[in-house]
């Protein structure tokens, strides 16, 4: 089978692709890092393998109609990470066109192929549903109205637009993907590393989280499950508070998680994006669940244990 992903060689696509690749199937990496239309296969990556193909990401179908045509899925995981630098005016905008582009691009090129895609599963993100306290949030609740959450509602009504040419289209709300190789976890842990790690502002905020082995495999689950449409919290079963999690991850690393990082500090160091930081989200993933899909990594210290060893 064609599986299509744009955003392929970050943290999440590249994993996605390569299980995929060792499965045989033809994956292909749309990247604007090649010009549009060109295509370079990836070496050592089997055959059909891993393929890169240049493409815009303007807002037009361009190059990718050729490529979404008679696709088993696309993944659409492109966007600027949120995290890294202080949210200016610049980077808001940066960070909304860095996603909407290319999900535009892509439900463009569904709607101009021949034989449209079977599914498009577009990145989303558990900042949809905004500051929420302890509420338990299925994929009913309503959005938030902070920035994330406006950026997550018009991303994806975007990607909804590929529903109306047959495409059965999948929202990914995830939340904190861990793995040691990269996301947020190395900087998480870096403090416990030097023993001054601990809970972030109160530690009460809930903070969803899933292992990327259970993010790559519910994402190749979706795929191959036509029942499941519409937004689907990407997260584990057993979200945890910030508290929690800090424990959780000194134990892991056979540290304390005593010292605590004031909410004050967070805001003077990182600005806006602090809010994101301490918004408390207990995201529960209600439409995997009930369609079945089996968590290997359910609870955060079987998450972390196997992250870090024993």
Same mark, same amino acid.
């Given at each position: ?12 696509? %590249? ?6 690749? !060792? !499965? ?10 090649? +010009? ?11 055959? +059909? ?26 993944? %659409? $995981? ?12 610049? &980077? ?52 938030? #109205? ?9 991303? !994806? ?10 495409? &059965? ?9 861990? !793995?040691?190789?990269?996301? *947020? ?7 416990? /590393? ?21 993010? %790559? ?7 191959? #499950? ?6 689907? %919290?990407?997260?584990?079963?057993? +979200? ?14 056979? &540290?304390?998680?005593?010292? *605590?990082?004031? /909410? ?11 809010? *994101? ?11 995997? $669940? ?21």
């Amino acid at each position: 089978m064609k599986y299509v992903i744009a955003g392929g060689t970050g943290f999440l696509g %590249n994993a996605l692709a390569w299980t995929w690749a !060792e !499965e045989g199937h033809d994956v292909r990496i749309l990247t604007r890092s090649l +010009p549009p239309g060109e295509v370079r296969h990836e070496p050592g990556t089997g055959s +059909p393998g891993i393929s890169r193909v240049g493409w815009s990401a303007d807002g037009t179908a361009a190059a990718a109609t050729k490529e979404v045509d008679g696709a088993a899925a696309v993944i %659409n $995981l492109a966007g600027e990470s949120i995290a890294g630098k202080r949210w200016s005016e610049a &980077r808001k905008q940066a960070l909304v066109e860095s996603r909407m582009l290319p999900t535009r691009s892509l439900a463009a090129a569904i709607a101009e192929a021949a034989t449209p895609p079977a599914a498009f599963i577009s990145g989303s993100a558990v900042g949809y549903y905004g500051d929420r306290g302890g509420d338990g949030l299925s994929e009913t609740a309503p959005p938030g #109205t902070d920035f994330l959450a406006r950026l997550c509602v018009d991303w !994806e009504a975007a990607a909804q637009a590929a529903a109306r040419h047959g495409t &059965r289209v999948i929202l990914l709300r995830t939340g904190i993907v861990l !793995e040691k190789s990269g996301g *947020a976890l190395p900087q998480l842990a870096r403090p416990f /590393r030097f023993f001054a790690g601990g809970p972030i502002g109160s530690g009460r905020q809930y903070m969803p989280w899933i292992h990327r082995h259970d993010w %790559n495999e519910m994402v190749r689950w979706i795929a191959d #499950t036509p029942a499941v449409a519409g937004p689907v %919290n990407v997260s584990a079963p057993h +979200p945890v508070t910030n508290r929690e999690f800090a424990r959780a991850l000194g134990r892991a690393l056979h &540290r304390p998680a005593l010292l *605590a990082a004031p /909410r004050f500090a967070l805001k003077i160091v990182a600005g806006e994006i602090a809010d *994101a930081l301490l918004a408390s989200q207990r995201v529960l993933p209600g439409v995997a $669940l009930a369609n079945g899909y089996h968590f290997r990594y359910p609870e955060i210290d079987i998450a972390l244990r196997g992250i870090f060893g024993d």
